[in-house]
């Protein structure tokens, strides 16, 4: 909206040329956002408490987690909020990688909160139904594909950057909106399924969100796209400021969500974000990033897949202690903050391969 607003007037007002630069909005967007949830994040909890929207806990969690109960659920709607409001202020709301975003943010943002509306409110510790939730993260996701394969950039509307090969790309050709909406559902469960500690899941999410900040800019700059042998995005470095105020958001909310945390994001925010950075690796052909830049969620998803084949094909036996993976951990008896940061160093770790595989190419 400020772009629209004042990058017009910069012949009469010299410093509005700032915001012709995407790297000034996407700063500005990531300080603005931290400061909205810095500034109303006590007032928002207190609200929560006071109307009783707090964390119901299942019974088949480990045992110190049923302490967490009463704990203020929900706070996703903090982080959508200052993303949403800090995205519309900053970016260029006539792109429509900006307008795709902010759709997928709406709703999954409301999938979640009708999930967690559900859990609190007609207590039942389980939500919507597993089907329920596929489905219309499918149609969304199914949706995307479609608008996509006829929309999509001109000559790589179906294609996307393959790791580590240089000049290379897969083509997905009708089948695309399958792929689509394998990637939108991957990452809004798989950050999902992260979310069982205090801070895990919106640490690792800023870290994927700076990577994508990166790889945004880099995919809409003629010369760094091409110096780095990936598809050149028209407008497509516009998806850096939203990725920039979920950068911040995400750092703004983890005052409040780290260890002994003082609100849970819920599913308003785990399923809302996961498919933000599921929709943003789609818009900028970097999917198959995914694998390295959300490695741990990657890891979380196959250990609740892996413990769900072993224990139907062993009639009852477990090949972890709990899944996912983190909840293993916990039962082996490792404090909770400190498996945070370790999957937190796992996750820069991924980050890291994930970069390398640009200059490998």
Not at 41 to 62: A, H, M, W
Not at 64 to 92: E, N, Q, R, W, Y
Request: include cysteine.
């Amino acid at each position: 909206m400020l772009y629209l607003l004042l990058y017009p007037l910069k012949e009469i007002f010299g410093p509005f040329r700032l915001f012709g630069y995407i790297t000034f909005r996407a700063a500005y967007a990531a300080v603005f956002a931290i400061l909205i949830v810095l500034l109303i994040g006590n007032r928002f909890t207190n609200y929560l408490r006071n109307k009783s929207i707090t964390q119901k806990i299942r019974d088949e969690v480990p045992e110190h987690h049923k302490a967490k109960a009463g704990t203020p659920s929900m706070g996703g709607l903090l982080i959508l909020i200052a993303l949403l409001v800090s995205a519309i202020l900053f970016a260029d709301l006539t792109n429509p990688n900006i307008i795709i975003l902010i759709i997928a943010t709406i709703w999954f943002g409301i999938l979640g909160f009708v999930d967690d509306y559900i859990k609190i409110f007609k207590n039942k510790p389980r939500g919507l139904s597993i089907k329920t939730k596929l489905l219309f993260q499918v149609i969304f996701g199914l949706g995307l594909g479609i608008y996509l394969y006829f929309y999509g950039p001109t000559g790589y509307a179906t294609k996307t950057n393959l790791l580590f090969l240089k000049n290379y790309v897969v083509n997905f050709g009708i089948l695309y909106p399958l792929f689509v909406a394998l990637v939108t559902v991957g990452t809004s469960n798989g950050v999902n399924l992260t979310d069982g500690l205090d801070g895990l899941a919106i640490g690792l999410l800023g870290i994927s969100a700076v990577a994508y900040t990166a790889l945004s800019y880099a995919s809409g700059h003629s010369g760094i796209s091409n110096y780095l042998n990936i598809i050149f995005i028209k407008n497509g470095g516009e998806a850096a400021v939203f990725c920039a105020a979920l950068v911040g958001a995400g750092l703004g909310f983890l005052w409040f969500n780290a260890y002994p945390a003082q609100i849970f994001m819920g599913d308003t925010g785990s399923l809302s974000l996961g498919a933000i950075l599921g929709v943003v690796a789609i818009l900028i052909k970097q999917e198959f990033l995914l694998i390295f830049i959300g490695g741990v969620f990657v890891i979380e998803v196959i250990s609740v897949i892996l413990q769900i084949i072993y224990f139907r094909r062993t009639r009852g036996k477990r090949l972890f202690l709990m899944a996912p993976l983190h909840h293993h951990y916990e039962l082996k008896g490792l404090a909770e903050p400190k498996i945070v940061v370790r999957f937190w160093i796992v996750g820069i770790i991924f980050l890291m391969i994930a970069l390398s595989t640009l200059k490998i190419r």
